[in-house]
């Protein structure tokens, strides 16, 4: 496939990734007729199409410059060693590369898998973390249902993929090490693309941010006394001053402002303390800081 001169973004085609991949880019205004079925999308309203193609085969893409831009987990990235920049973690797809063993096995340390057999889709992660702790790991590489190579005795433990730890647990297995953190990150090829390219990417980064910051953040709107407002205002650790409105009562006021979520509740029980009442609290489309 040529270089082309539309943006162009590979996606992964049908998979855990897929419906948040779209939803990301519909969020940031990219509008597409359709995805069932197809390999390569235009989208209706900017220069750019989308290349729905296995996930394992993104960073490459990107690395030979097929594609300007990819949607996938930093694992796949990191196992294909591929050469791109990482432009944004995206704060989904979460998971850790974790080494496991039978519970029944009695191993409690990575120390005691040396010339073990690991059963894993990720030869190169893990070959070279063993290789670093000084030890020797005896690779199986699977493409899928690592989980149950253990109690078919093709493998002494594995190095998988782990969101929850139901699988693990389902199989009998414990978790004894992580050797990667994960989350899907949008990456640019290192190849040269052009200025319209470069302005369209950095409006799509502006965007993502925006819309990153709008899902962590809450609007909250109280009542409180005139004579509560200073108070009010050291509690919230507002991304800016808050809006203050007079209410039909003189003596009243209605606080507005906007919240990183993770501290709304630590900061609710402080208002209510500091007189405000009322408390309610919205979710935010999108937002430019
Ligand atoms: O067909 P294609 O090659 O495109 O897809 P795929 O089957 O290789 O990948 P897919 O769709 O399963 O996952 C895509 C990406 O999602 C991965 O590369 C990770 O970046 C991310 N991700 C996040 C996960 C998980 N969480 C996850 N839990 N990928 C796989 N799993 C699997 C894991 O392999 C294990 O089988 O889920 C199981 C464990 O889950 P828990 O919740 O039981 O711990
Ligand atoms: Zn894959």
């Known amino acids: 496939m040529e270089p ?5 973004i590979a996606i992964q085609k049908s998979g ?12 940031i205004g990219l509008k597409f007729d359709g995805y069932k079925n197809r390999l390569l999308i235009k989208s209706m309203n900017f220069d750019v199409e989308l290349l729905l193609i296995r996930d394992d085969d ?45 519970k029944s096995s009695g191993i409690t340390s990575v120390n005691q898998l040396d010339k073990k057999r690991i059963a894993t889709s990720y030869p190169a992660l893990t070959q070279e973390y063993f290789r670093k702790l000084g030890l020797e790991a005896k690779i199986v590489k699977i493409s899928g249902a690592v989980e149950i190579t253990p109690r078919l005795d093709v ?22 090490e992580t050797i990667l953190k994960s989350q899907s990150q949008l990456i640019q090829t290192k190849k040269p693309i052009s200025a319209e390219k470069t302005e369209l990417i950095n409006k799509f980064l502006v965007r993502i941010e925006g819309q990153q910051l709008a899902e962590n953040s809450r609007y909250i709107m109280m009542n409180a ?3 509560a ?9 507002s991304l800016n001053s808050p809006t203050v409105l007079p209410l039909a009562d003189a003596n009243m006021i209605a606080i507005h402002t906007v919240i990183p979520i993770a501290k709304f509740w630590e900061v609710m029980e402080e208002l209510k303390n500091a007189g405000a009442t009322g408390i309610v609290m919205l979710p935010i489309q999108n937002m430019i800081n």
């Open 229 to 237: 407002l200073e108070e009010i205002t050291k509690i919230i650790p």
């Open 58 to 102: 993104i960073p490459e893409y990107v690395q030979d410059g097929i594609c300007d831009l990819g949607v996938v987990g930093a694992n796949v990235t990191k196992e294909t060693s591929a050469e791109v920049t990482v432009l944004r973690d995206l704060d989904f797809g979460h998971c850790r590369l974790s080494i496991a063993v039978p």
């Open 4 to 8: 082309s001169k539309t943006l162009r």
């Open 155 to 176: 493998a002494d433990a594995i190095c998988d993929l782990v969101s929850t730890g139901g699988t693990l647990k389902t199989n009998g297995l414990v978790e004894l």
């Open 225 to 227: 006394s005139k004579s």
């Open 16 to 27: 855990r990734l897929t419906d948040k991949t779209i939803n990301l880019l519909e969020n």
